[in-house]
């Protein structure tokens, strides 16, 4: 399996699902920086997120029924949706699953061009907890975890693997994607992002408070 070695020709594709999450993804913009384009999975519904993406030139939004077939929160459907489109239409770029209340490094694209990636495997992330706006403006993380190739952050090149094509809510379907490459082609790399918030919180759709600056 080929794949781009130089600068120039490496190419990474962002795919995030984003419903009624726009306090948090407004923090995350800078991600469009680091993608070569971005695809952003939402509800037809959820206008305040459509609005603050659809002047951003290369980002496309994907709309998708989330609880069409009486599935509480589809989100693997609107990865799996999104991975048809981007695979067909990318087969030679690196794909990144990435949620809506992450922030990537804007350094992002050498570090991975540094970090030897196996085209055959999986790729995850550390993380940096920040529960505050405030706290990100300072870059004042609460905790850091470096263990476990979760989710939030899914590199892959192999255009053959998929998410299931529907869960009933957020949760473990990674696991599932995970499992697809095989323990032995999963490894964290040795990149941190910021994480936006509590983990685990918005699993079955929107729980969390809004992450926004309190204004005194």
């Not at 992330?125 to 993380?141: C, H, N, S």
Request: proline share 5%.
């Amino acid at each position: 399996m080929s794949t781009p070695e130089t600068e120039t020709t490496f190419t990474l594709i962002g795919i995030t699902v984003s419903v009624h999450y726009e306090d948090y993804l407004s923090f995350c913009l800078t991600n469009a920086q680091v993608l070569d384009h971005w695809y952003v999975v939402v509800d037809p519904t959820d206008k305040p997120t459509i609005e603050m993406l659809q002047n951003i030139p290369n980002v496309t939004l994907i709309h998708f029924d989330f609880q069409k077939g009486g599935y509480v929160f589809n989100k693997s459907g609107g990865i799996y949706t999104a991975q048809k489109l981007v695979h067909a239409t990318y087969p030679h770029a690196w794909v990144l699953l990435v949620d809506s209340d992450i922030v990537l490094p804007l350094d992002l694209r050498q570090k991975l061009l540094e970090s030897n990636l196996n085209p055959e495997g999986l790729h995850g992330a550390a993380r940096a907890f920040y529960q505050t706006p405030q706290q990100l403006l300072e870059d004042k993380p609460v905790s850091t975890k470096d263990k476990g190739c979760w989710g939030f952050f899914h590199l892959y090149y192999d255009k053959t693997k998929f998410c299931p094509e529907s869960s009933r809510d957020a949760a473990r379907y990674d696991d599932k994607f995970k499992a697809i490459f095989g323990h032995h082609r999963t490894r964290v790399l040795p990149i941190m992002v910021k994480h936006l918030g509590d983990e685990a919180c918005n699993w079955k759709g929107r729980k969390s408070k809004r992450f926004e600056i309190v204004k005194s």
